[in-house]
């Protein structure tokens, strides 16, 4: 545990630290010109926040100053998010849920900074004055210390348009859906406060480097498209019946599209560092923007993929990995099942009943910083010792596995093909642990027609799909949960962590009790941590059932049910510290099928179905090759 925690804080800091690492090559004599701008509004900040301290007593006033400092800080909010990610998250704007911080001590972080105020001031209760004062002074403190932080550090120009890119990311995934702003719901009018500072850095980036050429040309379109955008923002800012789909795939993609050209057209670098999303692409949400890398602890081998990922495949299908030698990895992740099995929970190990929890599906798996429903793995290669050596699935060890594997001329020609750059090559565990991860990342869908649509493809989602995915990310707010455009709960843009959640499933599809699987609970034995789960990917959901971590729901009906009520609370029996709104969705019976049809439209398996092929063979253990391919059960 303790080297997890130590594993997410470098990570994070190294998140932080990248950009002002960027100080070495820096164009020194621009140094200001972008950040004088985020040092103004970061002024204005500061000025709301401390009007609104000293006027607080006055409720008009305040929500004025309030609404005001929020404008200042959504002009900066792509600068803040990026180059202090922790505070952004912490202190100043993360949800309005306990945060299961793995960086703080104890864990959680209440919910602080503008949401606590926002909550404060507009929840309908009465105010608190010394909880608000108390927020109001913690956040005057945060934003000085930025302000104190910003004064000294310089960023290259090519990191302010990237940080554009993730701000768009940041728009289409966060702010559209509800992830701040939850009493005001003034989440489409703060996306236009974020698109006029993207205005004002392109007036800077024009005053720095002209409009000779082609650049004009850039500059205009970038600036047409912006204000495209923020036509359609105010034509319908009302947060429930907001068409984010279209307002994604016609003006946000437009954008990030502009802005890539106008990157390439001044010629500027990009960032070197592995970052989660390739930003120098045509697309903003596509397969091809994904990094499957980044995901991997592997970092420095990146030759042979492809041999390690077709080694991994026959692995992964090769009952040889389990005691008995009857269990593959596909007896319970099944290709034409979306790699789920279909049962509740899966078939134990020489089949003595079932084991605890439902098969999730491993397509798109590899975009998670956790595995398992309880985050106990936290990287895909760690997962596999887990389950070889798990004694009710496949009853094994890594160590045995490679003893055995050594007795296949096949296999030993295939690693020592596959893994040429490892001082052992040849079969170890490490090199059984890589080539399997290396399948698991092709496991990738990200052309349903959901995605197709994204693409432009209009035809591709009717318009009960596309109500679908707004109220999705809108009114039910499945969207601040699972986050677009994966659908699961890696946070974007960085995709540094999944996160867990408390929603109260039941022990049964009866929704009469709560399941007593101590999730998340196991791992960090925080008790804030009872019964919080990792949120998966709903991509494929249409045929992965049945659904949760005990499979309780047969259909995805029951699962709309579930949080129509309010989850556990909303079926009233008690659920300590549910991270779930309890209240009712009130979402009409059409509606719910609305999204139903949604996220039937996620559905993509193309290319990843199997036909059974021949198993490597062992030469001097005839009796391994009766081995049945995918497993006997
Ligand atoms: C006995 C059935 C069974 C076998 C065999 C099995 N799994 Fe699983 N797998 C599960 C179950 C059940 C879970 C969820 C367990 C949990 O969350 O506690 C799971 C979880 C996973 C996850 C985590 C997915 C996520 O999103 O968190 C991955 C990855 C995975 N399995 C890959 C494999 C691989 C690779 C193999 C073979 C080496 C394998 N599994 C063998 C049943 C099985
Ligand atoms: C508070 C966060 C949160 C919200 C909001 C949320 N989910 Fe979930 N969702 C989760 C978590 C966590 C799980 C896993 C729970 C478990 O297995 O115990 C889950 C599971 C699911 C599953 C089952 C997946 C599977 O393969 O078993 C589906 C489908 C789903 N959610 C759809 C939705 C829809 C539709 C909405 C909106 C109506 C929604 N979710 C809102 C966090 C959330």
Same mark, same amino acid.
């Given at each position: 545990?303790?080297?997890?925690?130590?594993?997410?804080?470098?990570?994070l800091t190294v998140g932080a630290l990248m950009s002002i690492r960027e100080n070495s090559d820096a164009?020194?004599?621009?140094k200001?010109?972008f950040n004088?701008?985020v040092?103004?509004?970061?002024?204005?900040?500061?000025?709301?926040?401390?009007?609104?301290?000293?006027?607080?007593?006055?409720?008009?006033?305040?929500?004025?100053?309030?609404?005001?400092?929020? +404008? &200042?800080?959504?002009?900066i909010?792509f600068f803040v998010e990026h180059v202090s990610p922790v505070q952004a998250?912490?202190?100043?704007?993360?949800?309005?849920?306990?945060?299961?911080?793995?960086?703080?001590?104890?864990?959680?972080?209440?919910?602080?900074?503008?949401?606590?105020?926002?909550?404060?001031?507009?929840?309908?209760?009465?105010?608190?004055?010394?909880?608000?004062?108390?927020?109001?002074?913690?956040?005057?403190?945060?934003?000085?210390?930025l302000?104190?932080a910003y004064?000294s550090i310089s960023l290259s120009d090519y990191l302010y348009l990237e940080m554009l890119?993730l701000q768009?990311?940041?728009?289409?995934?966060?702010?559209?859906?509800?992830?701040?702003?939850?009493?005001?719901?003034?989440?489409?009018?703060?996306?236009?406060?974020?698109?006029?500072?993207?205005?004002?850095?392109?007036?800077?980036?024009?005053?720095?480097?002209?409009?000779?050429?082609?650049?004009?040309?850039?500059?205009?379109?970038?600036? %047409?498209?912006?204000?495209?955008?923020?036509?359609?923002?105010?034509?319908?800012?009302?947060?429930?019946?907001?068409?984010?789909?279209?307002?994604?795939?016609? &003006?946000?993609?437009?954008?990030?599209?502009?802005?890539?050209?106008?990157?390439?057209?001044?010629?500027?670098?990009w960032s070197e560092h592995?970052q989660?999303?390739?930003l120098?692409?045509?697309?903003?949400?596509?397969?091809?923007?994904?990094?499957?890398?980044?995901?991997?602890?592997?970092?420095?081998?990146?030759?042979?993929?492809?041999?390690?990922?077709?080694?991994?495949?026959?692995?992964?299908?090769?009952?040889?990995?389990?005691?008995?030698?009857?269990?593959?990895?596909?007896?319970?992740?099944?290709?034409?099942?979306?790699?789920?099995?279909?049962?509740?929970?899966?078939?134990?190990?020489?089949?003595?009943?079932?084991?605890?929890?439902?098969?999730?599906?491993? +397509?798109?798996?590899?975009?998670?910083?956790?595995?398992?429903?309880?985050?106990?793995?936290?990287?895909?290669?760690?997962?596999?010792?887990?389950?070889? &050596?798990?004694?009710?699935? @496949?009853?094994?060890?890594?160590?045995?596995?490679?003893?055995?594997?050594?007795?296949?001329?096949?296999?030993?020609?295939?690693?020592?093909?596959?893994?040429?750059?490892?001082?052992?090559?040849?079969?170890?565990?490490?090199?059984?642990?890589?080539?399997?991860?290396?399948?698991?990342?092709?496991?990738?869908?990200?052309?349903?027609?959901?995605?197709?649509?994204?693409?432009?493809?209009?035809?591709?989602?009717?318009?009960?799909?596309?109500?679908?995915?707004?109220?999705?990310?809108?009114?039910?707010?499945?969207?601040?949960?699972?986050?677009?455009?994966?659908?699961?709960?890696?946070?974007?843009p960085y995709?540094?962590?999944?996160?867990?959640?408390?929603?109260?499933?039941?022990?049964?599809?009866?929704?009469?009790?709560?399941?007593?699987? %101590?999730?998340?609970?196991?791992?960090?034995?925080?008790?804030?941590? @009872?019964?919080?789960?990792?949120?998966?990917?709903?991509?494929?959901?249409?045929?992965?059932?049945?659904?949760?971590?005990?499979?309780?729901?047969?259909?995805?009906?029951?699962?709309?049910?579930?949080?129509?009520?309010?989850?556990?609370?909303?079926?009233?029996?008690?659920?300590?510290?549910?991270?779930?709104?309890?209240?009712?969705?009130?979402?009409?019976?059409?509606?719910?099928?609305?999204?139903?049809?949604?996220?039937?439209?996620?559905?993509?398996?193309?290319?990843?179905?199997?036909?059974?092929?021949?198993?490597?063979?062992?030469?001097?253990?005839?009796?391994?090759?009766?081995?049945?391919?995918?497993?006997?059960?």
């Amino acid at each position: 545990m303790k080297f997890s925690i130590l594993f997410c804080l470098l990570l994070l800091t190294v998140g932080a630290l990248m950009s002002i690492r960027e100080n070495s090559d820096a164009v020194v004599e621009q140094k200001f010109a972008f950040n004088n701008y985020v040092l103004s509004e970061l002024e204005l900040v500061i000025d709301e926040l401390k009007d609104f301290h000293a006027e607080r007593a006055d409720s008009s006033k305040s929500t004025a100053h309030y609404f005001k400092a929020r +404008i &200042h800080y959504k002009h900066i909010e792509f600068f803040v998010e990026h180059v202090s990610p922790v505070q952004a998250k912490y202190q100043i704007n993360g949800a309005l849920v306990p945060k299961f911080s793995e960086y703080e001590e104890g864990f959680i972080v209440d919910p602080c900074g503008f949401q606590r105020v926002e909550e404060i001031l507009f929840s309908g209760e009465e105010i608190d004055s010394v909880g608000l004062e108390n927020e109001l002074l913690d956040l005057i403190t945060v934003f000085q210390e930025l302000k104190n932080a910003y004064l000294s550090i310089s960023l290259s120009d090519y990191l302010y348009l990237e940080m554009l890119q993730l701000q768009l990311v940041r728009i289409a995934a966060m702010n559209l859906n509800g992830y701040d702003a939850t009493f005001t719901k003034t989440n489409i009018q703060e996306v236009d406060e974020n698109l006029k500072s993207m205005l004002e850095m392109i007036k800077l980036f024009r005053l720095k480097f002209g409009t000779k050429g082609e650049l004009k040309k850039k500059f205009q379109a970038l600036n %047409k498209d912006i204000q495209n955008a923020q036509k359609f923002l105010r034509k319908n800012p009302n947060f429930d019946t907001f068409n984010r789909l279209d307002f994604i795939t016609f &003006h946000v993609e437009t954008i990030n599209r502009d802005l890539v050209l106008l990157h390439r057209t001044l010629g500027l670098p990009w960032s070197e560092h592995k970052q989660a999303l390739h930003l120098n692409s045509d697309r903003l949400f596509s397969n091809e923007t994904l990094n499957p890398q980044f995901f991997s602890i592997y970092y420095s081998d990146e030759s042979n993929l492809e041999k390690q990922a077709a080694l991994g495949k026959l692995l992964f299908y090769d009952p040889i990995l389990s005691a008995n030698n009857e269990r593959a990895c596909s007896s319970c992740h099944q290709p034409d099942k979306a790699f789920t099995d279909g049962l509740r929970t899966s078939q134990a190990f020489n089949q003595d009943g079932f084991v605890e929890r439902n098969a999730p599906t491993l +397509i798109d798996a590899v975009y998670q910083k956790a595995f398992f429903y309880d985050g106990k793995a936290y990287q895909l290669e760690q997962q596999i010792r887990d389950v070889v &050596h798990n004694e009710r699935e @496949m009853g094994s060890k890594l160590s045995d596995v490679v003893l055995k594997l050594r007795k296949s001329d096949e296999y030993k020609a295939l690693f020592r093909a596959a893994f040429t750059v490892q001082k052992d090559a040849g079969i170890s565990e490490y090199a059984i642990q890589k080539a399997i991860t290396e399948y698991e990342k092709t496991l990738i869908s990200m052309n349903s027609r959901f995605d197709r649509y994204l693409g432009g493809e209009r035809n591709s989602l009717n318009q009960r799909e596309i109500n679908g995915y707004n109220l999705f990310a809108g009114k039910a707010l499945c969207g601040s949960c699972h986050f677009f455009p994966l659908f699961n709960g890696t946070v974007p843009p960085y995709f540094m962590d999944s996160e867990y959640e408390i929603l109260g499933v039941p022990a049964t599809g009866e929704n009469k009790s709560l399941d007593l699987d %101590k999730g998340r609970y196991e791992v960090t034995k925080v008790q804030k941590q @009872m019964y919080a789960f990792k949120t998966p990917s709903i991509r494929n959901c249409e045929l992965t059932g049945p659904y949760m971590h005990n499979g309780i729901y047969t259909d995805l009906k029951q699962v709309l049910q579930f949080y129509q009520k309010g989850g556990g609370e909303g079926f009233k029996y008690p659920v300590p510290n549910q991270t779930l709104p309890f209240d009712s969705l009130e979402l009409s019976d059409r509606e719910q099928e609305d999204i139903i049809l949604f996220l039937k439209a996620l559905t993509d398996t193309s290319g990843l179905a199997q036909k059974p092929f021949k198993l490597p063979s062992f030469e001097s253990s005839p009796n391994l090759n009766a081995r049945v391919w995918g497993g006997k059960y």
